[in-house]
Structure formats: C-alpha cells, structure tokens
C-alpha cells in the first residue's frame, strides 16, 4: 500500500500515514495476510477508539485520533458589522 491508498482510505497526510505505513509492515512481518490489509486499515479508520489495545494496532489508531480535522470544503459564513468599510480591512 502506498500514500495514494491511505488517502483513498480516509487516512490523513503526517504522522497518521508515517503510522499507517509502520503498521502495513509489522503486519505483514508477523504474518499478517497482504489480501487484508485494504480492510484492516479501512476498520482502523472507521473505529481508531476500537484498537487502542492492539499492540499491533495502537500507534496508528492514536495518531488517526490526534490528527487534526480535515481542511473546510468552503470558507466558514460569518457576519460582518458596518458600512462602507476598506476592502482590505475586512479581508
């Protein structure tokens, strides 16, 4: 699995995809079977809370669970008070 799968897997950019790759290779040096590592990392992103115990599991699930939120898709609505303010002061 490479980057471009963790992101297709919800798994944010930084720590969280550093921990996702540590796990994918621990996985498989304890014999993990490759064919499950897709649903393996989709059940850790669905539930982090749920592997806190998994010694195999844990770091990445605390790193999915202190990962900051996700960028806006919009800017946030605000309300603006005053008239014919300068442009440059409300931006």
């Given at each position: 699995m490479n980057t471009k799968d963790f992101l297709r897997l919800g798994v944010?950019?930084?720590?969280?995809?550093?921990?996702?790759?540590?796990?994918?290779?621990?996985?498989?040096?304890s014999g993990g079977d490759k064919s499950r590592l897709h649903e393996e990392v989709k059940?850790?992103?669905?539930?982090?809370?749920a592997f806190l115990v998994d010694d195999l599991r844990?770091?990445?699930?605390?790193?999915?669970?202190n990962a900051p939120p996700?960028?806006?898709a919009e800017p946030v609505k605000y309300h603006q008070?005053?008239?014919g303010l300068d442009h440059?002061?409300?931006?």
């Open positions: 944010p950019l930084g720590e969280a995809t550093r921990r996702a790759t540590d796990f994918v290779a621990k996985f498989i040096l059940a850790i992103v669905a539930n982090p809370s844990k770091e990445f699930a605390k790193a999915l669970l996700p960028p806006r008070w005053g008239e440059e002061a409300v931006m």
